[in-house]
């Protein structure tokens, strides 16, 4: 019997047998052109399939040409189509692996394109983003787009797809729209009460499967709370999942939540994996059609407790598997610590909706060539890293598998760099399992890795004379000269890597996410206005906290600062700090903090020059990366020492 015995069990779905229980569920790619598929989308979903994938439901698939819901969307609103479906649909099936396009109408939440007329909705209600009011749909277009769900559903077969999935999830596009009281303020035949608001998505069911046949797959994606006043409850999906079960759902893929209430339908780093499971498990308990469950199920151990427990029929595991391709395989070959691990940062996502491709925080690339695919290089060098932080461990990684004869040299006594620091606060507990992997992979590899190994003058010239540098030694935390004559002052980094630590009354300044993230890890748990609890306060010269991060992580951290009381003083420029107090200006008026005993700069890193000093002096070709660049983020660097040391010329 294998570990993971759960997540190997078949299961059927209509009148099909899927291989195993671990489903993908969509991530938005970007990567088709006009709709079409190219030949980057087969290769992306055939990797998955390889990896042993048992079902996928692809990306948002439009069913009509005049609103797209994002500039690298799929479409297959008509018979021009058919042929890219078909080489995709082979690709995939040459694994066993069962392929649901994502049939959609994004209405409301279409993307802005030049020329697109009028968003359409339920009603005249849109998201508060909007920028003027929807048009509601007529009953004839009604009629209209339920006919196209059909023609789309019956072209994915003619293409030789195995089924659909239609969305009508997170008060969402044009279905979860009608179903949510959120959106839908209609008085006639299709609006008011909830079977009204079933109406148009139960039509659209029975359409598809009177086009396609019994032997066509129907899974549904539903909210089974969308955890908003006012929108829908379990009790609501309850009944809606029955309702789609005697339409024709063969599926139901339980989600939660809404897409513009951020976090609740994709759940950030440091929340509880699994985070829509307790809705599935209801719902499968009230149908007899299979259940599967979504939201940050990342780990394979999770999504076997969940199925042996009785919460679903199957997991959707959708950044796991666009993280590394081969998870299902690695796990049932008993490889998880060569699994890439999902922090949950959902930069996968961030730059979408810019028409940006699809990314990954650990895994740099999902081109042709990859990690993965990497061919040896022409001419084998040798190669000396400097730093092991994850900038330097991907490149050591990368350039050994390109065939050269690599050393890394980390003057600490451990792998990882400021990523150790930056895996302390709330919610970052992920970043170690980074550094493990990374880690555990350069010791495969045969990397001869040296800690304590600080990198001097002499050892370039002597030992490493022949070598080509790539230097990852990172950045070192800014601090305002001007202000360290407080009585007790630190750095951020001081605190994450416990050289130093701060009282009760804390001012700290910089917003950014390492102040945000550092004021929560400082801030007390509960804001009881207990004697002991450490009073925060944030002082950002920026209009607003944490600017450069977007969606559910930002929002997390946010709220849980506001609830644990930190104060969060934006456009607030320090002038001047004495021994015991820090002045600032805020809209015209300055303020004084007399009372805090700890000053804490968190306002951002500076890259040193002094190994690239060095490295030109002694006259060695040389590449910086990560930090030792340009002061970014995560991504950043593992990207940087990817590329260079693919390139290496």
């Known amino acids: 019997m294998h570990k993971y015995n759960h997540l190997f069990q078949p299961i059927k779905i209509g009148k099909r047998e899927v291989k195993n229980r671990i489903f993908m569920p969509p991530i938005s790619t970007n990567l088709a052109n006009k709709g079409y598929v190219t030949e980057e989308l087969i290769q992306h979903y055939g990797a998955r399939a390889k990896g042993g994938v048992g079902l996928i439901v692809s990306e948002v698939v439009t069913v009509e040409p ?3 819901y994002l500039p690298g969307d799929m479409s297959i609103h008509d018979d021009s189509f058919i042929e890219g479906w078909t080489k995709l649909f082979a690709e995939v099936h040459k694994y066993g692996t069962i392929l649901l396009p994502q049939l959609f109408h994004p209405a409301y939440m279409a993307f802005p394109i030049p020329g697109t007329p009028r968003l359409i909705a339920p009603s005249n209600v849109g998201p508060y983003y909007a920028k003027e009011a929807p048009r509601a749909i007529s009953k004839e277009e009604i009629k209209t787009i339920t006919r196209q769900f059909g023609e789309a559903a019956i072209r994915v077969k003619q293409a030789g797809g195995d089924g659909v999935e239609i969305h009508a999830a997170h008060a969402h596009g044009l279905l979860g729209g009608f179903l949510s009281p959120l959106y839908n303020k209609r008085t006639d035949e299709y609006g008011g009460d909830i079977n009204g608001r079933l109406k148009f998505p139960i039509e659209v069911i029975e359409e598809v499967r009177r086009v396609c046949g019994e032997d066509f797959i129907i899974d549904v994606r539903i909210s089974g709370d969308e955890y908003s006043d006012g929108g829908l409850n379990i009790n609501d999906a309850t009944y809606i999942a029955k309702q789609f079960e005697k339409a024709g759902a063969d599926m139901l893929h339980v989600s939660g939540g809404t897409t513009i209430k951020r976090g609740s339908a994709i759940p950030a780093s440091g929340t509880k994996m699994g985070s829509h499971a307790e809705l599935a498990r209801y719902i499968k308990a009230q149908v007899n059609i299979p259940v599967a469950t979504v939201g940050r199920i990342t780990e394979a151990w999770i999504a076997d407790e969940m ?3 009785g919460m679903t029929d199957a997991c959707m595991m959708g950044r796991a598997n666009l993280c590394e391709p081969e998870f299902v395989n690695k796990v049932y070959e008993g490889r998880e610590d060569e699994i890439r691990p999902c922090i949950g940062c959902l930069r996968c996502l961030n730059d979408i909706m810019f028409g940006k491709r699809v990314a990954c925080t650990i895994n740099p690339s999902f081109e042709l060539e990859n990690e993965d695919t990497l061919q040896p290089a022409e001419e084998s ?10 900038a330097g461990m991907e490149a050591a990684f990368v350039a050994k598998k390109k065939g050269h004869e ?3 040299c980390e003057a600490a006594e451990e792998l990882g760099g400021l990523a150790r620091l930056a895996a ?5 507990q992920d970043l170690t399992k980074v550094i493990k992997f990374m880690a555990k992979r350069l010791e495969k590899s045969g990397v001869e890795v040296r800690l304590n190994t600080p990198v001097t003058k002499e050892l370039l010239e002597t030992e490493f004379k022949d070598y080509e540098v790539i230097a990852g030694t990172g950045a070192k935390a800014n601090v305002i000269g001007a202000f360290t004559g407080f009585k007790q002052w630190m750095t951020a980094d001081d605190i994450l890597a416990g050289r130093a630590f701060p009282g009760r009354k804390i001012v700290i300044i910089g917003g950014g996410s390492v102040g945000c993230e550092l004021a929560d890890y400082l801030a007390p748990i509960v804001n009881d206005r207990f004697v002991r609890n450490r009073d925060i306060t944030i002082l950002e010269m920026a209009q607003e906290v944490m600017l450069t991060e977007s969606g559910a992580g930002r929002s997390v951290v946010v709220k849980r600062l506001m609830e644990k009381g930190v104060r969060m003083e934006c456009l607030a420029k320090v002038t001047e700090v004495t021994e015991t107090e820090i002045k600032y200006e805020q809209g015209g008026k300055e303020y004084v903090i007399s009372d805090a005993d700890t000053l804490v700069f968190a306002n951002g890193y500076h890259i040193e020059s002094m190994v690239e000093d060095m ?12 930090d030792g660049c340009k002061v970014g983020n995560i991504k950043d660097a593992i990207s940087q020492g990817y590329t260079v040391a693919k390139d290496l010329a």
């Open 66 to 68: 005049t609103y797209v």
């Open 307 to 309: 199925i042996a427990n």
């Open 381 to 390: 060098k040798k190669v000396l890293v400097i730093g092991g932080g994850v």
């Open 406 to 408: 690599v050393v890394l």
């Open 424 to 428: 302390v606060p709330i919610g970052k």
């Open 615 to 626: 490295l030109k002096e002694v006259g060695v070709k040389y590449h910086l990366i990560g």
